[in-house]
């Protein structure tokens, strides 16, 4: 009999909750809440990068750091969202910034005709200069040596960065031999694998400082413009243009970028 009575409360009871849950449910809040507590939060501005890219980009212990990282972070709080760094290869950057499974793309990135067919660029918040690595006893003394008729000299890449995009069509794939990693291909050049390394300035700067023998070359092979990559029609593309201009006006860009690369 008591068991009896006790599921007919019990019923009763769930059917007086079920019917204030129909009749109340507009005057009273929804529970967005979930288990992780996060509900209420920004969504973190997700940055893909390859961070092997000094002073752009690059590890000091665990943390990401550099220009591009203090950019991104100055950029996600003029957004009032954290950030978030993806550390990638340098192609996976770019595709995965093109599927959308990243907000931005940070990473030195020089926006070229090609790139742009696939995907959107902000506005340049950056000037970068590709320059020619080789050893200090080298052969190779200008771009012109290089791109002489009948030369040979192999060429050292970062896999789909511009240095790999502009050499591969002037010199072709034969005297082209690409890396994952610019210090892989630097690698290759003190070993003697390859005649000449290109790449960005400034890592260029930091790969000759940490190994002795090698030298860049006075004459630019190339000067292009970075800036942070979105997806095609992108919702973002005109908040990371707004943030950029202010952080442009503000001098906070140029500070950022002072302090890793000093003026000579």
Known sequence: MKKLLSVILSAAMLSSVMMLAGCGGSDA??????????????????????????????????????????????????????????????????????????????????????????????????????????????????????????????????????????????????RVQQFQAGADAVAALVAGKVDCVIIDNEPAKSFVKANDGLKILDTEYAVEEYAACVAKDSPILEQLNTAIAELKADGTIDSIIAKYIPAE
């Open 29 to 174: 809040p929804a529970d967005t809440t979930d288990e992780g507590g996060m509900a209420g939060r920004e969504e973190p501005l997700i940055m893909a990068t390859n961070a092997q890219f000094p002073p752009y980009e690059f590890y000091e212990g665990s943390e990401i750091v550099g220009i591009d990282a203090e950019i991104a972070a100055a950029i996600a709080d003029k957004l009032g969202r954290p950030l978030q760094i993806e550390d990638v290869e340098f192609d996976s950057v770019l595709a995965g910034v093109q599927s959308g499974k990243y907000d931005m793309g940070l990473a030195g990135i020089t926006v070229t005709p090609e790139r742009q067919q696939s995907m959107d660029f902000t506005d340049s918040y950056a000037t970068g200069i590709q320059s020619i690595i080789v050893k200090n006893d080298s052969p190779i003394t200008s771009y012109d040596d290089l791109a002489a008729d009948g030369a040979t000299y192999k060429v050292g890449v970062q896999l789909s960065t511009t240095g790999d995009l502009y050499a591969s069509e002037e010199f072709g794939p034969d």
